[in-house]
């Protein structure tokens, strides 16, 4: 069977406004019809040097999913606990 999952919401957490230090958390959820799937994707900011000049990309962590019913803003607090492990 294929799941199809949504982009539900991106968000960015960090600390005292600093974006630089920022995590990216984009947030997937796939309503099959048994029940509520959650896929997290969470990324962190680096810059690179190349021969042209310096870049800034998102480098992707480990994924994350939850399964029931959780709603976004349950989704939402478990992604400031995994940003406060890394901070």
Known sequence: MES???L???ILLCGDG???KAFRYEIYRCDDGYGDNWYIIPAKKADIELGEGS????VNLSPKSFSGSNDIES???ECKVHYREFN
């Open 75 to 77: 989704v939402i607090s």
């Open 8 to 10: 539900v919401r991106t």
């Open 18 to 20: 600093d974006t630089e």
């Open 55 to 58: 870049f800034c990309i998102w």
């Open 4 to 6: 199809k999952y949504n």
